[in-house]
């Protein structure tokens, strides 16, 4: 499984591919920064993280892409750049017919480190050696994207055998109780 990472924002949206299978070693195959300026006109910013992307998806060729999912901040303005930088890059992915997942930073702490609260620093040493890296990728935002195609490619078997037995019993099931105001003994 090829997986392309998303760690959203509008000054610096980390990128990173890496391809490997559960319970087996995982090589990454790029990863950096899609930069841009931060006092630019928002519209050309989010051009310019579109055209990021785009390019990571034609040289690299992801089955998958993972993004961060945006969580509640104080800072409003913050968690909205972050929210369009994460729109771009589920465009740019289903423009392509690539399937997207949403994984909560926790999500990503937990299945990297062991826990959902590790700090930036944890997330970046776990990173370097589960891809046997050198060094820790810099910026943080580039090693936060190679770890959320790491969780990715970990948990995506299981959420797709638990979708899989979702389906089954959906199919399997009875029709479902009538709705309330059909039930007997009531009168509309």
Same mark, same amino acid.
């Given at each position: 499984? =090829?997986?392309l990472g998303v760690d959203p924002g509008l000054t610096r949206c980390g990128v990173g591919v890496v391809e490997g299978v559960a319970g087996r070693p995982l090589t990454m195959l790029g990863v950096g920064v899609v930069r841009t300026p931060a006092d630019a006109d928002?519209?050309? =910013? %989010?051009?310019?993280?579109?055209?990021?992307?785009?390019?990571? %998806?034609?040289?690299?060729?992801?089955?998958?892409?993972?993004?961060? =999912?945006?969580? @509640?901040?104080?800072?409003?303005?913050?968690?909205?750049?972050?929210?369009?930088? @994460?729109?771009?890059?589920?465009?740019?992915?289903?423009?392509?017919?690539?399937?997207?997942?949403? #994984?909560?930073?926790?999500?990503? $702490? &937990?299945?990297?480190?062991? @826990?959902?609260?590790?700090? $930036? *620093?944890?997330?970046?040493?776990?990173?370097?050696?589960?891809?046997?890296?050198? &060094?820790?990728? $810099?910026?943080?935002?580039? &090693?936060?994207?190679?770890? %959320?195609?790491?969780?990715?490619?970990?948990? *995506?078997?299981?959420?797709?055998?638990?979708?899989?037995?979702?389906?089954?019993?959906? &199919?399997?099931?009875? #029709?479902?109780?009538?709705?309330? #105001?059909?039930? $007997?003994?009531?009168?509309?």
């Amino acid at each position: 499984m =090829r997986v392309l990472g998303v760690d959203p924002g509008l000054t610096r949206c980390g990128v990173g591919v890496v391809e490997g299978v559960a319970g087996r070693p995982l090589t990454m195959l790029g990863v950096g920064v899609v930069r841009t300026p931060a006092d630019a006109d928002l519209g050309h =910013r %989010l051009v310019a993280v579109e055209q990021g992307i785009e390019q990571w %998806l034609d040289e690299h060729r992801p089955e998958f892409v993972a993004v961060e =999912r945006v969580f @509640s901040q104080h800072n409003v303005r913050t968690v909205m750049g972050t929210a369009q930088a @994460s729109a771009v890059a589920m465009l740019c992915a289903a423009r392509r017919g690539i399937p997207v997942a949403l #994984h909560t930073p926790s999500e990503v $702490k &937990a299945a990297v480190t062991g @826990s959902g609260r590790a700090d $930036k *620093a944890q997330v970046g040493t776990m990173v370097t050696r589960l891809l046997r890296l050198d &060094a820790p990728p $810099k910026p943080a935002d580039a &090693a936060d994207a190679l770890a %959320l195609a790491i969780c990715h490619i970990w948990r *995506a078997p299981a959420q797709n055998r638990l979708q899989q037995a979702v389906a089954l019993h959906a &199919a399997q099931a009875p #029709h479902a109780a009538p709705a309330p #105001h059909a039930r $007997k003994g009531r009168t509309a």
